[in-house]
Structures are given as C-alpha cells and as structure tokens.
C-alpha cells in the first residue's frame, strides 16, 4: 500500500516569504507528527496530531509556524516570513497512534521535504 | 515532560560488536522504540520493547529495563551498512512518541 507522501520535496525561497509543506499520511493512520531536522541533527519535534483531540503544539519554535489537519488525512504546515534559519529537511510521521503497541505506534516517515530559505 | 538521552557519536570495527544505550524519564511508558537513519534519508522501524528483557531479530538485538529508565540497541557482526544514526524513542500510553536525539554510528574497516 501507500506510504506517508511529502510535497514539494525540495523548496526553495527567499527570506521573508510564505511556504506550505503537505503531508499524506497512510489511510487510516490517526496519529501525525511533524518534525524538523537540520543538517547533521536530530529530530526536533513540531506538532501531533491524534484524531480529534486538540493538536499538541508545544513543538512550534514561533509563532511564523502553524499546521493544520483535514479530520484523519492530509495535513500543511505553514512557516510565514521564512528566515535563513528555517532551513532544514522537514519530515512528516504517521501511525495508527492508539497506545496498543508495536503494531500502532510505529512512525512510519515520509521522505521530507527539504527547505533552503536564500 | 520526557528526558531520552544517548551519546552523540559512535565508532566501531567491522565484524564487531556495538552497544548504543539509551535513558529516559517519562509519564504513562507505553514502550521503546530504535530506529535507524541512514544519511539523506528518512527514519526506519528497527525495535520495539514493553517488557523488560531483550528481543533478539537476526544481528540486532534490543534490550530494556523499565525500573531503570534503560535500554540499549546491539548490533553484531557489524557492516559498512550499518553505518547510520540510530534513534530512541519513547511511547506513551496516549499514543505519543517522544525522539531522543540520535547516536551516529560509524563503522571502520
């Protein structure tokens, strides 16, 4: 089946301008993390999304960072007025997320989408 | 909140053996996951462990201890592949996971 798919996978813009990144988890997966990784670095966590409850936030490094989620599908995060240090590969996850084990909070990732902001 | 620490960096010899370990502090453990990223790519399932003790699977093997806050990946036989970073996490009874940083493993002919 299909896995978590990432677009655009490669951005690149200019200080100070908006981007979007899109995010489709696998069908039925409730659970969507969103991550951000520079170079050379671990993943530092942005945002979770399980089902209906309330977005866990607590990732977002500022205020220019917002994401959204359609219900159990696709998700967009937001960076407004991008600054050189947004640079970075951005990663999306998905998972059954139900606390069951294994078999439903496997991550499973998408390729990333990698942000050069000149 | 969770702490899930690792050492950064790692060198070891092909053919050897190589333990990476891993500790953490958290709320409602649900279980601990090892994945494995390799550069320019994205994170791959390796382990998993809710109950103390260790799973073994082909040359790596994953051990935890929950009253210590404890576990460790091995990897035996080592290959040039196997070059890569390997990354703790934590999940909980809510479903989250929660990342440590990743240990960078190079392995050396």
């Known amino acids: 089946g299909a896995g978590v798919s990432q677009s655009p996978s490669n951005k690149v813009t200019e200080k100070g301008k908006d981007v979007e990144l899109r995010c489709d988890p696998i069908?039925?997966?409730?659970?969507l993390y969103w991550y951000r990784q520079r170079l050379g670095q671990g993943l530092e966590f942005l945002i979770y999304?399980?089902?209906?409850?309330?977005?866990?936030k607590s990732g977002l490094p500022s205020d220019r960072f917002s994401a959204e989620r359609t219900g159990e599908s696709v998700s967009t995060l937001t960076i407004q007025r991008t600054q050189q240090e947004d640079s970075a590969v951005y990663l999306c996850?998905?998972?059954?997320?139900?606390?069951?084990?294994?078999?439903?909070?496997?991550?499973?990732f998408g390729p990333g989408t990698r942000l050069t902001v000149l | 909140g969770q702490n899930i620490d690792q050492p950064t960096e790692m060198t070891a010899t092909e053919g050897a053996i190589v333990q990476i370990n891993c500790t953490y502090q958290t709320s409602g453990f649900n279980g601990l996951f090892w994945y494995q990223q390799h550069a320019g790519e994205a994170p791959t399932f390796l382990s998993y462990?809710?109950?103390?003790g260790l799973e073994e699977k082909g040359r790596f093997s994953s051990f935890l201890s929950r009253s210590k806050g404890y576990s460790y990946l091995l990897l035996k036989e080592l290959q040039m592949k196997d070059s890569a970073s390997y990354l703790c996490a934590v999940c909980t009874n809510a479903g989250k996971s929660t990342f440590g940083d990743g240990t960078t493993l190079t392995v050396k002919p």
């Open positions: 069908s039925g997966h409730t659970a």
């Open positions: 996850a998905s998972s059954l997320g139900i606390g069951g084990g294994a078999s439903t909070d496997t991550q499973y």
């Open positions: 462990n809710v109950l103390d």
């Open positions: 999304f399980q089902g209906n409850s309330a977005p866990d």
